[in-house]
């Protein structure tokens, strides 16, 4: 299994990106997948997690501005992000978790700045 991140960028306070991760190599429809981040000189945290069943989960510093998706059909979970802040610098990964591994993917730098 890989996960291919994308859609990182610089954004300006109060504005939007949305993140994708591509899983190639298996289908992972019933798996878990969630977003962490790692922002500089810190430890890396969870962000949002998608269940196979369609519930979702997120960190209290993101509540009400990001949305995590799934296609299911690409094969692909995004991070819709908006209203977003200086905060919200860091290397975005997405994850997958299967019975067998924990993949990741290799990181999309979101930057936030005016």
């Known amino acids: 299994v890989q996960l291919q991140a994308s859609g990182g960028g610089l954004v300006q306070p109060g504005g939007s990106l949305r993140l994708s991760c591509a899983a190639s190599g298996r289908r992972l429809s019933g798996n878990s997948m969630g977003w962490y981040r790692q922002a500089p000189g810190k430890q890396r945290e969870w962000v949002a997690v998608?269940?196979?069943?369609?519930?979702?989960n997120y960190a209290d510093s993101v509540k009400g501005r990001f949305t995590i998706s799934r296609d299911i059909a690409k094969n692909t979970l995004y991070l819709q992000m908006n209203s977003l802040k200086p905060e919200d610098t860091a290397v975005y990964y997405c994850?997958?978790?299967?019975?067998?591994?924990?993949?990741w993917g290799q990181g999309t730098q979101v930057t936030v700045s005016s």
């Open positions: 994850k997958a978790n299967t019975p067998w591994n924990v993949y």
């Open positions: 998608f269940y196979p069943g369609g519930s979702t």
